[in-house]
């Protein structure tokens, strides 16, 4: 066992990290190449980060590519995003034009890496368009959808899925995703990584630098919600809900902390809207933090009583069990990926309005003893079904599946 895969062994145990070997051998060598639209800022750019190093430590060669394309492009590409989260959002021609047009000059860039790939994993709508452009292509491609797409707009869709259909599989966060597809489907939701800079446990000292950093106090309970600047986040919900709860009684803090996503370009609007909502009110802490923030963000969490992730919608939503794994107990919206990791009033609460998250807010302040019980029980949970070697796992098993063209069940010989 490699130096890396005995530090995981050391969290999860030594027969995951020996099941994870059985199901990489038959891959070992392979190259795999994971395409999507950032390097920097939201959940696909922080899994990527972490699960290539992960495949290569087993001896696949994986890598990553990225689509690069200008404010037209992403502003397509978001509409697209919007839409297939259900805005009814009209995309004119010209724009899914510019957005072929782009894909076609990524392709020229990308296309000995795509063609010589044994797996091509392409992340979201913003790159879908390459497979059609790829007419010699020796691997498997695979749509890998991050959103959630349970209910989308369905002039948007029906484009998109004139690309989509002529990949060999598609994977989905959740089953309530997926769309009926003509190919094989697999269900694998995100996880985090415990041994990443965003994760890993902090000595206090660092910890408490928060406070003095970001002006905090540390006598008075904090709230807090770490996301993308972006409506379905639902960051000013999130003030309301801190005033409401305030108003009954705890001297609440809040501190609202985010960044910008480099495919993204409707942050700073919603940035706009948000200081607007939170005018006046000293205890609310706005940080803006560069991308690169993650021991920032992890002592965050770590020094937040309650996290909130109050989306509307939500693919997954790692923030959330990244704050469980902090043993936090989170009260998020209930919506998407939010739902599979929050077993309401075990491991959190699920909430729909800001009012009723404001309830749960000063029913956690009010009850320690049920905070700290529910927080213990988030972290377990997260243990159990969401870390990064479980993700591992399920990909593993996939990558295998989609290889030899097996749809049903897949058959390792152990030769050690
Ligand atoms: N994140 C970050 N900086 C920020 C805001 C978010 O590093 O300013 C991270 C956050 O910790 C999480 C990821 O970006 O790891 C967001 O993933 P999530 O699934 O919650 O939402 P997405 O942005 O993909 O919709």
Redesign the pocket.
């Given at each position: 066992m490699t130096d890396m895969l005995t530090r995981y062994a050391a969290i999860v145990g030594n027969e995951v990290i020996d099941h994870l070997y059985q199901l990489a051998e038959p891959l070992e060598g392979m190259n795999v190449v994971h395409v999507n639209s950032t390097r920097e800022?939201?959940?696909?750019a922080?899994i990527l980060h972490r699960l290539i190093p992960l495949k290569q430590e087993l001896g696949i060669r994986a890598g990553w590519e990225v689509v690069s394309g200008d404010a037209q492009y992403f502003q397509c590409t978001k509409k697209m995003h919007n839409a297939l989260q259900g805005d009814r959002e009209e995309i004119p021609d010209d724009l899914l034009q510019h957005y072929e047009t782009t894909n076609a000059r990524n392709f020229e860039r990308l296309q000995a890496r795509l063609k010589d790939s044994d797996i091509v994993v392409i992340h979201d709508p913003q790159p879908v368009p390459l497979l059609n452009l790829c007419h010699d292509r020796k691997g498997k491609w695979i749509w890998r959808c991050?959103i959630d797409a349970s209910r989308p707009h369905r002039p948007v869709w029906k484009y998109l899925q004139q690309f989509i259909n002529g990949y060999d599989a598609s994977i989905y966060s959740l089953p309530a995703f997926a769309q009926p597809m003509n190919h094989p489907m697999y269900i694998i939701p995100?996880s985090?990584d415990p041994l990443s800079d965003?994760n890993i446990e902090l000595d206090e000292e660092e910890t408490n630098a928060i406070y003095k950093d970001y002006h905090i106090d540390p006598e008075r309970p904090v709230i807090s919600q770490?996301?993308?600047f972006?409506r379905f986040?639902d960051p000013v919900g999130v003030i309301q809900a801190y005033q409401m709860a305030k108003a009954f009684g705890p001297p609440l803090q809040l501190i609202l902390?985010?960044?910008t996503?480099t495919d993204d370009p409707e942050g700073e609007e919603v940035l706009a809207e948000v200081k607007m909502a939170a005018k006046g009110d000293p205890d609310i802490h706005i940080l803006m933090?560069p991308?690169d923030?993650?021991r920032t963000?992890n002592a965050i969490q770590r020094i937040s009583d309650i996290v909130l992730?109050k989306s509307i919608k939500?693919?997954?939503?790692?923030?959330?069990t990244?704050a469980m794994w902090k043993g936090k107990p989170v009260i998020g919206g209930n919506a998407g990926g939010i739902r599979i990791q929050i077993v309401n009033h075990y491991t959190g609460f699920l909430v729909s309005t800001p009012e009723g998250a404001a309830l749960r807010i000063r029913y956690l302040i009010k009850h320690t003893d049920r905070l700290k019980e529910m927080g213990a029980t988030a972290r377990a949970f997260v243990l159990e079904n969401y870390l990064l070697t479980r993700h591992l796992r399920e990909y593993l098993t996939l990558m295998v599946a989609v290889v030899r063209g097996v749809r049903e069940r897949i058959e390792l010989f152990n030769n050690h």
């Open positions: 800022g939201g959940g696909v922080e991050h995100p985090i965003k770490i996301s993308r972006d986040k902390a985010g960044g996503a933090l991308p923030a993650h963000i992730q939500e693919g997954f939503g790692l923030t959330v990244e």
